[in-house]
């Protein structure tokens, strides 16, 4: 078992944290260069495109329900 005290542990989280935040940033800038949009600004475009494609899919069964 660990003999870490708690203290330990939460700088441990708190390093850990701060990394886990630069990576997201990193991600986030390689795919602006990539895309030019923001991981943000990507999933609103996926979000409003399902919306927009199942709004499609619910008219094409309405009409072939009629």
């Not at 005290?5 to 708190?14: H, K, N």
């Amino acid at each position: 078992m660990s003999s870490k005290s708690i203290s330990e542990l939460v700088t441990q989280l708190q390093a850990e944290s701060e990394q886990a935040k630069y990576f997201a940033r990193l991600f986030n800038q390689a795919v602006k260069h990539e895309f030019g949009f923001s991981v943000n600004e990507l999933h609103d475009f996926i979000m409003k495109y399902n919306l927009l494609e199942k709004k499609f899919e619910d008219r094409e069964a309405n009409k072939q329900g009629q």
